[in-house]
């Protein structure tokens, strides 16, 4: 079957940076993003990884290595805003985006 | 340029009727998707539509049914509704299958059984 896991729940400090994982086993890859879910509201685009290492884009960043099946988001400099849940998901070889059940990242002062 | 509407905001049904909930995409997406996601949960995969068909639907009974229309626009049709479907209902499109092209998803719909 298919699957993503990702933790369900990080804390941080104001101003540090958090690294959320998300390990993945598709059918098939045809590329991985990550979105940003406040609470009560849509998920938003934050980045896409279909080559293995490193994009970045402003204070977020996100990293793939397909041959282990893993990526990471990478936030620095953290703001309260941040507070959000942050879900990966990974398109298949039928182009259908499988979703994990999102990482609840809670920002401390 | 206009991203993904959705109609109504809320809507509010008793058990055993029947609910449609409506969906623009953004101009030029052919792909329209519909979500589940439960109170505190992640995203439940309900349908996948492109170019008006169906391509794919997730694990969900078939009183969960929807379409697609000609202007790419879409419907979730829910009937027989049950307590177990309170939750948010949301729509995303994208330019058809392109790999490397986001969902974009709409505000959502808030459906509460009662």
């Known amino acids: 079957g298919q699957n993503i896991d990702q933790p369900t729940e990080m804390t941080a400090t104001e101003g540090a940076i958090v690294q959320i994982n998300c390990t993945y086993q598709?059918?098939?890859?045809?590329?991985l993003f990550w979105y940003q879910q406040h609470a009560g509201e849509a998920p938003t685009f934050l980045s896409y990884?279909?080559l293995d290492g490193l994009e970045e884009k402003g204070r977020f960043s996100s990293f793939l290595s397909r041959s282990k099946g893993y990526s990471y988001l990478l936030l620095k400099e953290l703001q309260m805003k941040d507070s959000a849940s942050y879900l990966c998901a990974v398109r298949d070889s039928n182009y259908q985006l499988i979703w994990g059940a999102g990482t609840k990242l809670i920002i401390k002062p | 340029e206009a991203g993904v509407t959705q109609s109504p905001t809320h809507l509010i049904k008793t058990r055993g009727q029947q609910a449609t909930l409506r969906c623009s995409p953004i101009?030029?997406?052919?792909?329209v998707y519909w979500y589940q996601q439960a109170l505190g949960l992640g995203l439940q995969f309900l349908l996948w539509y492109d170019e008006g068909e169906e391509r794919n639907r997730g694990n969900f009974p078939p009183r969960f049914s929807g379409r697609q229309f000609p202007n790419y626009s879409s419907e979730l049709n829910v009937n027989a509704l049950e307590l177990e479907d309170s939750a948010l209902y949301l729509c995303?499109?994208?330019?058809?299958?392109?790999?490397?092209?986001?969902?974009?998803f709409g505000d959502g719909t808030r459906l509460s059984i009662l």
């Open positions: 990884n279909v």
């Open positions: 101009s030029g997406h052919t792909s």
């Open positions: 598709t059918s098939g890859f045809n590329g």
């Open positions: 995303a499109s994208s330019p058809g299958t392109v790999s490397n092209q986001p969902q974009h």
